[in-house]
């Protein structure tokens, strides 16, 4: 079969392209944002890219067009599509009638933490000898891959709840018909698409309704938004994961940067993690995971000591390097609670050091100012905020950068903010550079910056 997939350079489609190149399909696609790591894989790959969405690029022997959720009508490859009559679907539902049946679907959703909870499942299942299949919004460091079949019986799946494309309105997730899901957080996100919180709460309940009664249904004990969407009506057993609460599956905290904690199941400790990871979100993330391999069948207490050797997905706090002293860390956060918690774990780990952030404010909800109360109190932890305040943005970054508790400024373009970087940067400081987008290549730009001027102290 021959496919060729619009958005290929997406988190989600490059991953259907990596398993439809598996399966021996023949592979292309179009994109107009192309940018690490989705581009890096697709390389590695040989799988041919255009650059924007050419009409022309959709080859006619073409068997079906994959198109990805961040394409609408009026798009040309959009209206060619529609206009020649192509065979069309969407990467979900691809996803679903290709590699799922047979399948034992394991999918974890939430607002914060898809990403990492998704690599840290996929890793215990391969750490078990399950040689799981799974799809990750992103590329976990341990397989090097955002996707792949696998041989065994499990497929792990990043289940967003962002819609499924311009056709079908409903959220991905629901495609995927999982056994096992993990409901890890909900708040309010994506305003472009969803006008409140209960919308989104009604496709979580969406979600929850197709998880059969012999499934699993792993859930935030602490999340009170979850506790409403299950107050809607559940028929599959629950097995809640708190640090704060009671529940099934808890934590201790063993160091306050969340690098080492006890796992305790129904009251009893079973073991101890010790991990590279830090943050009170990824404690969560962690006891989620493990919680859903438990569900399968896994023996914890012969994976948990893997966990020392796991490594999370690039772009999540991912130290890309150091100059004079001064290192530097890319992260995917775009969301107020992602950015607090991040920085939260980062200050637990560095103590009194500085702490930089440079932002680029990428996501809908952002540009579109939904979160704009919220950036301030996110970046308390922050010494410095420079912020890219590009002039779509609808908010007043004058008005956030104010309330900032630590120094802030904006700028209006990336070499601008990478000078004032290479200007206010010190040695012993940690600069995390934040956005869901390319950045323009901000962070390698600013470590070769850095790397080329002297510093004192």
């Known amino acids: 079969m021959k496919l060729h997939i619009l958005g290929i350079c997406g988190t989600f489609m490059g991953g259907v392209a990596a398993l439809a190149r598996e399966q021996g399909h023949s592979v292309d696609g179009s994109d107009q944002s192309v940018y690490p790591p989705m581009s890096t894989q697709l390389e590695q790959l040989g799988i041919a890219l255009t650059q924007g969405y050419r009409p022309e690029a959709i080859a006619a022997d073409t068997d079906v067009v994959v198109i990805g959720n961040s394409l609408s009508r009026g798009n040309a490859a959009v209206e060619h599509v529609l206009d020649k009559r192509l065979n069309y679907t969407s990467g979900a539902e691809w996803l679903r009638e290709n590699v799922l049946p047979g399948r034992t679907t394991l999918a974890v959703a939430g607002t914060h933490g898809k990403t990492t909870t998704t690599s840290i499942l996929a890793f215990l299942l391969d750490a078990a000898g399950r040689d799981p299949g799974f799809l990750v ?60 919180l209960a919308a989104i709460q009604r496709q979580f309940h969406h979600l929850v309704r197709i998880v059969p009664g012999n499934g699993r249904l792993i859930v935030n004990g602490e999340d009170t938004a979850l506790a409403e969407v299950l107050a809607m009506g559940c028929w599959t057993p629950i097995e809640r994961f708190a640090i704060d609460a009671d529940a099934e599956w808890r934590a201790r905290l063993v160091r306050d940067d969340g690098s ?7 009251g009893q400790e079973i073991a101890v993690v010790r991990w590279d990871l830090v943050g009170r979100h990824n404690v969560m993330n962690g006891l989620a995971a493990l919680a859903a391999a438990n569900a399968v069948g896994v023996d914890l207490l012969q994976v948990i000591p893997r966990l020392v050797d796991f490594v999370s997905v690039k772009r999540r706090l991912e130290n890309i390097g150091s100059a004079h002293g001064i290192t530097l860390y890319d992260d995917f956060a775009h969301h107020p609670t992602a950015i607090r918690t991040t920085l939260e774990g980062l200050r637990a780990r560095v103590g009194a050091a500085r702490v930089l952030v440079a932002m680029e404010p990428r996501s809908n909800s952002m540009r579109l100012g939904a979160h704009a109360e919220q950036i301030a109190p996110s970046l308390d932890k922050a010494d410095v905020t420079i912020f890219l305040h590009r ?26 903010l990478i000078e004032r970087l290479v200007q206010v940067a010190r040695p012993g400081d940690h600069v995390v550079f934040m956005s869901n987008g390319g950045f323009e290549g901000a962070p390698r730009r600013a470590l070769a910056a850095l790397a080329g001027q002297p510093r004192v102290a």
Do not use: C, M
């Open 391 to 416: 002039p779509e943005l609808a908010w007043d970054a004058g008005h956030v950068v104010s309330a900032l508790r630590g120094q802030g400024e904006a700028v209006a373009s990336v070499d601008a």
């Open 137 to 196: 919004g992103g590329v976990p460091e341990n397989f090097g891959v955002s996707a792949r079949l696998g041989s065994g019986a499990e497929f792990v799946v990043e289940a967003d709840e962002y819609d499924t494309a311009f056709f079908d309105k409903r959220s991905k997730f629901v495609h995927y018909r999982p056994t096992v899901a993990i409901l890890n957080n909900l708040e309010y996100d994506h305003a472009d698409i969803f006008p409140d």
């Open 260 to 266: 080492e904690f006890a796992v305790l199941h129904h």
